[in-house]
């Protein structure tokens, strides 16, 4: 039933959406938020709370999330058809089938919220080449006491609750990827991303992949800081750009490493408006055509030819 009503939800308009979304919270209220089938990236189904609002984003946001698979195609075009990667916060295996293509590609998924795991290894557990942990990812090695929010899909971490272990990306890299090359590394930790960063310069440094992540403020008063110093993470690691996305997946910028201080223009807009998130694409000299590639697909959006034209003089190189 809670299949249903999802689908009669993504399927409808107007006011019968609007009945279907008011039955949809009934149902989760009496149910106590039931399990369903949902349909992702128009890949595959995989299994997933009522409560859950991806779907409808990748119904109502065309672009939401997209750039996973375009990267996804991207590397492997380029990587023999096969590719190694990790997912920071892989929350019910969306992103995980994003990036996956085929019984070669090597995934290693990291979801400490309970309530999020259970739906990762049931939809990953026909697939010997997705690893899963449910650890907490962060810039060191210790236990921390977290808790989680669960409301709409993404959860929330808060600070006090259960003791739960936390290690760094280059040490989870060294137990499940020590001999191979890692070419993708996304992350969405809901405000940790930076943290998650400082816990893998040895990863970046080694392989240097081409890596997403969420720069979102969460009330840190050292957000500056910390987009300054993820920067320099990359810059000394051989990175060359970095391409910022606004939350629903649309390219605002292309920025040189040492642009420090013209991102923060965009991040001044940030702080001092409505707007939401940015996505950060950080990008090695070795895949800088991943640039072009991303400028051409927003530019054939233009509505013909002469604006199409326009848009990619905004990036002459």
């Known amino acids: ?19 279907w979304r008011f039955i949809r ?7 106590n938020d039931p399990d369903c089938l949902l349909k992702i990236h128009g890949k ?10 991806l779907p409808f984003y990748l119904k109502v946001l065309k672009r939401y999330d997209q750039v996973i698979c375009r990267v996804s195609d991207y590397l492997h075009n380029h990587s023999g058809g ?3 990667a990790i997912d920071v916060g892989a929350n019910i295996g969306d992103t995980v089938f994003a990036i996956y293509q085929n019984e070669n590609d090597q995934i290693l998924a990291i979801e400490p919220n309970p309530k999020f795991f259970r739906y990762l290894e049931i939809n990953t557990k026909d697939f010997g080449s997705i690893q899963i942990v449910d650890v907490v990812c962060s810039d060191q090695r210790e236990n921390k006491k977290l808790s989680f929010d669960n ?12 003791d739960r272990e936390s290690k760094t990306l280059d040490i989870l890299c060294a137990e499940y990827f020590k001999n191979q090359k890692v070419e993708f590394i996304k992350i969405d930790t809901d405000g940790y991303d930076f943290m998650v960063l400082k816990g893998a310069k040895k990863i970046i440094e080694r392989d240097e992949p081409i890596v997403l992540f ?19 993470i990359f810059k000394s690691c051989k990175y060359a750009k970095c391409i910022a996305y606004d939350h629903v997946g649309n390219l605002m910028g292309i920025f040189d490493l040492d642009e ?5 223009q965009y991040v001044f807009y940030q702080l001092t408006s409505s707007f939401y998130y940015f996505d950060l694409l950080m990008i090695p000299s070795k895949s ?22 326009q848009a990619l003089q905004c990036f002459p190189n």
């Open 1 to 19: 039933m809670g299949s249903y009503i999802y689908n009669r939800i993504l399927d409808t308009r107007g006011f019968e959406c609007r009945i």
């Open 25 to 31: 919270r009934v149902y989760i209220k009496i149910f």
């Open 44 to 53: 595959r189904e995989i299994l997933g709370p009522l409560s859950h609002e």
């Open 82 to 84: 096969s590719i190694c």
């Open 151 to 162: 409301k709409g899909g993404p959860a929330s971490t808060i600070i006090g609750g259960t």
């Open 214 to 232: 969420e720069c979102d403020v969460f009330n840190n008063d050292e957000y500056l800081s910390d987009i300054t110093e993820a920067f320099s």
């Open 260 to 264: 420090v201080e013209s991102f923060k």
């Open 288 to 309: 800088l055509d991943l640039i072009k590639m991303e400028v051409n697909f927003f530019a054939q959006s233009c509505s013909n030819s002469g604006l199409r034209d």
